[in-house]
């Protein structure tokens, strides 16, 4: 059964960091293009970052360049959201995703697997 979870979730003020965790399970880690998502409340899910499995390239929405880093541990199978210089308009629910895909991953934000979402809140 593939299974992602996410955690590293929380409240903090505006300029603050965060680290989200992505926990993947049931499927060969190795093989799969791991995402991060969020959705904020009113608005549709958007891309915020992504890494290959192919070449551990990285992407990155324009709204978190610069701010955001997406990194990989395959040895625990586990992909790490940093994410610093926060701003309110970075509250949302953070959801990880993965797919053999890339593109259909990080172009069309699409996928079969999916966690069940972690809420950050930045408070100004």
């Known amino acids: 059964e593939v299974q992602l979870v996410e955690s590293g979730g929380g409240l903090v003020q505006a300029g603050g960091s965060l680290r989200l965790s992505c926990a993947a399970s049931g499927f060969s880690f190795d093989d799969y293009s791991i995402g991060w998502f969020r959705q904020a409340p009113g608005k549709e899910r958007e891309g915020v970052s992504c890494i290959s499995s192919s070449d551990g390239s990285t992407y990155y929405a324009d709204s978190v360049k610069g701010r955001f880093t997406i990194s990989s541990d395959n040895a625990k199978n586990t992909v790490y959201l940093q994410m610093n210089s926060l701003k309110p308009e970075d509250t949302a629910v953070y959801y990880c995703?993965?797919?053999?895909?890339?593109?259909?991953?990080?172009?069309?934000?699409?996928?079969?697997?999916w966690g069940q979402g972690t809420q950050v809140t930045v408070s100004s």
């Open positions: 995703a993965a797919s053999p895909g890339l593109i259909r991953l990080w172009v069309h934000w699409d996928s079969d697997y």
